[in-house]
């Protein structure tokens, strides 16, 4: 297992809104968006005049920069999906957790197993499972239906003597890059259902890579955390075109132009 790590500022990825790809599929960042007038080509529908990624959580967010059209088009097209075998065994894992931690049940799915001492540590503590926290933009507490942005944590607990936050969560499968960032959301919506926390440590564990990942972060390191956050989804709710940003997962997205979506490539 990682040892715990402090929080540090990494370089920021250019995020910047791009105009649409040229004739030759070729992307240039930073380059002009068309106006608010023009309908993009290679998209269907008019031109957003509200994000459809709002309320955002963080799956939103990481969809969005990785390919504004697909997150576009996963909230504002129906399509009907049929769950994985690999998300349907996550989901399975999540569920036993979830009754085990809560008292409702002593069984854990065969992933768990090799953590049922972990679990049973935390279950001492009576955590709070499928903790949903929502904010508004000022990154207050607002209700669930009416709020800016909102998320869940798999389970937490507060140790109020200590002003400490305790975060957890379960993976199944494998170790993203973009996890790190997860875990910086999850650490700031500590600060909003923990009003007067000092610190706080979220712990995400791998069954299947047999593998804990650390994050420490004290109050004062929270705000830059905070503003890097906001100046993305500024980015994001500003796009009112979310042009295609074509790249290698283009081969498995579902409104690819080879798997009868709606986009161009």
Not at 32 to 47: D, E, H, R
Not at 61 to 68: F, G, Q, T, V
Not at 153 to 169: G, S
Not at 216 to 222: F, K, L, T
Request: with cysteine; glycine share 6%.
């Amino acid at each position: 297992m990682t040892s715990a790590a402090q929080w540090h500022p990494k370089p920021k990825a250019d995020l910047t809104p791009t105009a649409p790809p040229d004739s030759q599929g070729r992307v240039l960042r930073g380059a002009a968006i068309p106006a608010a007038t023009t309908k993009p080509s290679g998209l269907s529908g008019a031109v957003l005049t509200k994000s459809p990624l709002i309320p955002w959580s963080y799956s939103r967010l990481s969809k969005y920069e990785r390919c504004p059209a697909q997150a576009k088009w996963s909230y504002t097209l129906k399509r009907d999906y049929v769950q994985g075998v690999a998300a349907a065994r996550g989901s399975a894992a999540h569920s036993t957790i979830e009754n085990f931690l809560s008292k409702k049940t002593k069984v854990l799915h065969t992933a768990v197993l090799p953590y049922q001492h972990v679990m049973e540590d935390i279950r001492r503590f009576n955590p709070e499972v499928e903790k949903e926290v929502a904010i508004d933009r000022n990154w207050q507490a607002a209700p669930w239906n009416a709020c800016w942005g909102r998320g869940g944590i798999d389970a937490a607990y507060y140790i109020r003597k200590q002003r400490k936050a305790e975060l957890f969560e379960w993976k199944t499968g494998k170790m993203y890059d973009d996890h790190d960032e997860q875990r910086r959301i999850y650490i700031l919506f500590s600060a909003v259902a923990y009003p007067d926390v000092e610190e706080t440590r979220i712990r995400s564990y791998y069954f299947d890579l047999d593998k804990m990942k650390e994050l420490v972060v004290r109050r004062e390191e929270m705000e830059p955390i905070r503003t890097d956050f906001n100046a993305r989804l500024h980015i994001m709710e500003g796009d009112t075109v979310m042009a295609p940003r074509p790249g290698y997962y283009c081969s498995w997205c579902d409104f690819s132009k080879a798997k009868g979506g709606p986009c161009k490539f």
